[in-house]
Nanobody
């Protein structure tokens, strides 16, 4: 089970960190991802990290502003979001896939087996 937390309301230009903790399993050897979704739109890839080596990938829209990281001891993945923009407003979902996803699969929701419940991030202008 994945539990996302840390969302909230922030002004444009501000920062937030969302977390995703796993219970009942360890992330070791998995690939974790963050996606976001707004009403009426498809779920959009934000970032991913491969736990085995820590390699990361980002959507172009967040590159340079967001950082995905992991804490092995806490079995938790984080998404640090800086320089937030109103267009970053969405429900953010964490996800996990067994094994090391190849690059072409990182951005596809169907690649991930496990999903958290989502946490709302709202950026005001």
């Amino acid at each position: 089970q994945l539990q996302a937390s840390g969302g909230g309301l922030v002004q444009a230009g501000g920062s937030l960190r969302v977390s995703c903790a796993a219970s009942g399993r360890t992330f070791s050897g998995y690939t974790s991802g963050w996606f976001r979704q707004t009403p009426g739109k498809e779920r959009e890839f934000v970032a991913a990290i491969r736990w085995s080596e820590g390699s990361t990938a980002y959507a172009d829209s967040v590159k340079g502003r967001f950082t995905i990281s992991r804490d092995n001891a806490k079995n938790t993945v984080y998404l640090q979001m800086n320089s937030l923009k109103p267009e970053d407003t969405a429900v953010y979902y964490c996800a996990a896939a067994q094994g090391r996803l190849i690059t072409s699969l990182l951005g596809l929701p169907i690649s991930y087996t496990y999903w958290g419940q989502g946490t709302q991030v709202t950026v005001s202008s």
